[in-house]
């Protein structure tokens, strides 16, 4: 790299970092400020308010407890009514530890919604993992007689660290309430017992679930019991054909970690591994619910899915070894973002549940690189940028000998021609006589590609990185760029438009007009040369910005910025080599 560029590279790492410090990193503070102190004055509000009036009801609450009471009861099956008999009364407890919000009902002992706080679903509102009027978030069943029984109609007295729960209670961990234990228990007149016991801790999007069956009585007959997550996951995200893709579900057992697509449960709903089963779950495009498994002995991981309906779950099945009187069995639960850092931590693969596309590898490696930058420049749209000047940088020289090389190319058009009239009935020699001419002029007829074909990598992983990674979910960058995981939208048409949809991006035209100027600024032959292949390199010229314009206007935006600055840097390199490419020139026309 000569020294102007160098110095030009400095110059804008230099103008990044400033505009950062001095404008963007004081309105995020101001704006994080403000956030805070709001959700500050919330939390006492909502404290007080709990602790004058020991229930915390609001309007929606209120709507949302009708619901479920005037929804229509269950019917008991034969099988239940035969473990446990009798009807109870419904009772539902809202759980808040901060980062997530999770109601609990009596019916089943189950979860029946998870709103996570700090991320926001696309049409306004908290991110919600269970989809509305679904039921089976870790659910429990037995088998017996060789069919399963699933315990979700079943109502079990409930308590709230110890005491009994009154229907409707919210609990609000905070200062002085770091954790809570809701208890749901189940005892038939025939000594039978099934008791589910979860322990939720401020500021944590996980659970510990306890499970406990005592096989007395009907139960003294039951072959094993499962837990499973059969509600699927709710879509949240603005494109949910794109989300409906990545929803899977997922499973680790002994070394071995499985993957199952919502779309490839076409024939079969269930899909079974057995061996020592480490952990369960289930992704959607950016969240997760997962379940780690206590015990250390053989069970069946089980992937469920319906590709009509694009739901996916899991279970954990464990036989009853032994026959003992009473099963005591711990998992640990998470239900939150898809965050690589919190997922590793667990040290069991948890992380892999990441969608991070064929050079995995790669991917983490750029993700890894964004999140430290993102650091010292708290501007994901900017990391871009620097990320896109380091691979110029990086592939700077090779990047000069492909311009040098297409230069060159350009100047054996006429040498070409001639070889093509002289060799037109005789294609292997004038192939012979072509990479002769290649060879005694020092050109790499792929010389042109090398630099894209190097690229692609960085390409390809920071695709799989925009779209599937938590961190850059709604980040914006400026102006109307406000999420760089999506398509930038400049002003919506009103209508749905062929090719083009019903939403302007304005960063893909921008790409082509870079990638025209580029190919133009690269030069192309004239007169008697343009014909032939060079006639099909100059349409060439014209056609790629046009086909990349439209590959890449539903592309997410921070991609496309990757991309126009790249193009934008290229034309001011292309134009610094094609100068010194000249002035050499002419200094040999002086010599001689």
Known sequence: MDRRSFVAVI???GILIAWQMIYVRPRQQENARVKYEQSLADSIAAAEAAEKENLEWTGTQREAEAEETARPEREYTEAERDLFGGDGETVSIVVDTGPMTVRLTNRGGEISSVELAGYEKFGGGPVQLVPEGASGGVALGVEKDGRWIGLSG????????????????????GEGTEEVEIAFVRESEDGGLIEKRFRFMRGSYETWLSVAIGREGELRETGSYAVSWSCGLALNEKDEKWEKRQL??????GEEIYTESARSFGKTGLKEREGVVVWAGVRSKY????MLTGTQRTGKLGMIGDKELSQVGWSVTYPFSGDPRMVRDEYRLYLGPLDIKALKEYGVGLEKTIDLGRLRFFSKFILGLMIWMQGFIPNYGAVIIILSIL?????????HKSFKSMKDMQRLQPKMKEMQEKYKDDRTKMNKATMKLYKEAGVNPLGGCLPLLFQMPVFIALFSVLRNTIELRGAPFVLWINDLSSPDVL??????????GSEFHMLPLLMGVAMFVQSKTGGSPTGEAATGSASQQKMMQTMMPIVFTFMFYSMPSGLVLYWLVNNIFSIIQQYIVHGQIESEGADVAEGS
């Open 11 to 13: 110059i804008t790492f």
């Open 154 to 173: 079943v109502r079990f007295a409930t308590t709230v660290n110890g005491r009994e729960a009154i229907d409707g209670e919210r609990v609000i961990l």
């Open 248 to 253: 899977a579900s997922m499973g680790r057992v």
């Open 287 to 290: 969240f997760l619910s997962a």
């Open 391 to 399: 691979t110029k940088v990086l592939f700077y020289r090779l990047t």
């Open 491 to 500: 002003f919506d048409f009103g209508v749905k438009l062929p090719f083009l």
